[in-house]
């Protein structure tokens, strides 16, 4: 018994790790994409600034396109990284769980619980 509490405990912790590493690189690379984005923008909105002239409307629609996206984006890495937290929170709450479990298990000695496995 104590063996299959072992194995899912290390099951676990596996996939914790694997979670955090998955949480790591996606925020590295989300964290790229953020500033391929605003790097793009930048150049855009510089781009703009010097092609404008007084007779050009303050409203121009490449300005508003330009930052609705940045905005979207933006919401789309918080989703993102608030279902990212929910899952590591998730892994490790199971993982937690498990933990205690196996030392309510060895509290208890592992002959009362049955053939004693």
Known sequence: MELIYTSYIATLQSEVE?????LN???SSRAQFSKDVLREAKYRIE????SLD???????????RVLETLVADNETLKRS????NGLL????????EARDELAELRR????SLGDGE
């Open 81 to 84: 990284v608030l279902e990212l």
């Open 108 to 111: 208890k000695g592992w002959d």
């Open 25 to 27: 690189l996606l925020r």
């Open 54 to 64: 007084p007779s050009m409307p303050q409203d121009d629609p490449e300005t508003t």
């Open 47 to 50: 781009t703009l600034r010097h």
């Open 89 to 96: 929170s998730d892994s490790r709450d199971e993982l937690e």
């Open 18 to 22: 694997a979670a955090r590493g998955e």
